[in-house]
């Protein structure tokens, strides 16, 4: 137990503050996070899992197979309504991928022992996930094998992108987030890779993690750059993280349409994405440690403390909508209330009773301690928070651009079949992506657990 | 008997502890060793201080630093030359050094090129990828990425003698001390 802990009496609360359960030593965690990727037999269940994963990515590849022979007609867009579910989807991905960075990066700089065993897979489903949000820009441009036209490439027509664009701070913003999210990620593997390669037994076991681990050989001369280089991209990772839905509110709020034109927008967006990123982590850790028995790494504490993020982000949340809200009435612009209005009473009202149920009523039951430790209902409330972090977004989405000025520019919008394909065709994406990286990386970072073995010896 | 022949890398010792290997770290150290290196399965805290690694060794902050500088400023700049001269456009008189648009992409940028700069330059000063390593001829070095902690001194160090560098090995309580051969 870290020397941070507060005092602890009765056994059930020291069982609920561990990060690492008793009796481990460096051999054991190695061989228990090892032997996921190394020595066990490809389960019935992972199969199953991967092969229904695997379908469902397929249906993805048909819509976008589809979607290039035909246009983004096939899509329920229109115009009024441009956006769609290519920016619902795109922004609600890139939120669930910020959960990834923030435990790496800020709970690294801020020294919480407890985000140890559960970065590394939650930095796999941040570029997971970015994976997914960048999708959909790219398909949503119509024609996305002229996507390179928004980088700036010398071209023969002498023409550049526009700097001043949000949407140009985005294509920046998201290929810097993926860039970073990868070093970060393989930087923190380099260590795990060389005990992969040392503890393999079949020759291209070896030669793969041999290659992938680079010759690493745990020299202190190593370490010693390995750290502070891992340090400055935990502290680069970190305002990164939050310049990147900043950016990404910057779509809406440079716009002057209703509901989107708001300072309030960065930081909630910011929020928001933390609380559906964390929704995210608890949706596959809970499964993640029931199927591989990390019940020893994945604590009750993490448990815990992720449902703690997710109500103090929902919190920050609530205080965003509270606060759109008011300031829609407070500032007298007729856009604006009419738009509130048309939130409360209009053809999507549903949609915002649902968010609200789902994003600001629901979470209060974590304030109650037996709801926080108990897996279940934690697995439910992750579900249903990144049910309604997509609410949001489209919410957003559709409202304001359904009712903008005139009432002769007025319109509906209604998702197709190849919009429900494409978006839950990027979930069978993730998921394959998830199911591999299990089996084929350790899911939890070997060095870190054996360095909290050692600050837990100390201590003893 | 034997002189150190050219293709003796250096003696290793094991150690089961962290604790063990910072003693035997710091020992080697007061015999005069200098050209020495410890291996463990973590980072462990106060080894590059006994080893004598101060932050003069240490050049990932400075490469952190011109990488994010240059990123930064090549971004604002470019940013500025594509809008105000190569290919500027009058929207309504708006004046076409807008500086503040350009700051989320400089921004960006500065972050992207300190990261590359810090992950590639700790790669580079640490002289990897380098697949073959004359430890890796050694068995019982798989568990440096386990649950064991060794410590090398390198024969091309000026006080190394092969059997008396040995005894001293096993004088800081080493185990298992190997010679360590380059077979090519």
Known sequence: MSAGDPPVSSPE????????????????????????????????????????????????????AWLIIKGVGIWGI?????????????????????????????????????????????????????????????????????????FPYPTTMGLWPQFRSPLIWDVFAVSTYGTVSLLFWFVGLIPDLATLRDRATNKAAQIIYGMLAMGWRGSARHWHRYQSAYLLLAGLATPLVLSVHTVVSFDFSIAIVPGWHTTIFPPYFV???????????????????????????????????????MLATGLIVAYGYFFEFFMSLYSGNKFDVFLVQQRLHGPYSHYYYALILCNILTPQLLWIQKVRNNVAALFVMSLVINIGMWLERFVIVVISLTRDFMPSAWGRYQPTFWDWSTFIGTLGLFTSLLFLFVRGLPAISIAEMRELVAHSEEHS | MNLPRPHLYGLLGEFDTPKQLLDAAKRVREAGYRAIDAFAPFP??????????????????????????????????????????????????????SWPAFIPVTFELTVLGASLSAVFGMLALNKLPQPHHPLFNVERFKRASNDKFFLCIESHDPKFHLEETARFMQGINARHVTEVRDED
């Open chain 1, 13 to 64: 609360i020291r069982r609920l503050a561990r990060v690492l359960e008793p009796g481990h030593s460096y051999a054991s965690v190695t061989d228990k996070i090892a032997s996921i990727v190394l020595t066990r037999p490809t389960s019935i269940g992972w199969l199953a899992g991967f092969g229904l994963a695997f379908t469902i990515m397929m249906v993805l590849m048909i819509s976008i």
């Open chain 1, 78 to 150: 229109n115009i009024p309504i441009g956006w769609g579910f290519a920016i619902v989807n795109f922004v609600w991905w890139i939120g669930i991928g910020h959960a990834g960075t923030l435990i790496s990066a800020i709970l690294f700089l801020l020294n919480q022992k407890w985000r140890t065993s559960i970065n590394r897979f939650a930095e796999a489903m941040t570029l997971f996930a970015v994976a997914c949000a960048g999708i959909f820009p790219l398909i949503h441009t119509g024609r996305p094998w002229m996507a390179y036209y928004m």
């Open chain 1, 271 to 309: 929020a928001g994405a933390i609380y559906s990123g964390f929704a995210m982590v608890l949706t596959i850790a809970i499964p993640l440690r029931a199927a591989y028995d990390l019940q020893d790494f994945i604590t009750m504490r993490h448990l815990e403390n992720m449902a703690k993020v």
């Open chain 2, 44 to 97: 462990v805290e106060g080894l590059s201080q006994a080893l004598g690694l101060g932050r003069k060794h240490d050049l990932v902050p400075l490469i952190t630093l011109l990488g994010g500088l240059g990123g930064g400023l090549t971004g604002f700049f470019f940013q500025l030359w594509v809008s105000a001269s190569s290919y500027p456009e009058n929207i309504a008189g708006r004046p076409l050094n």
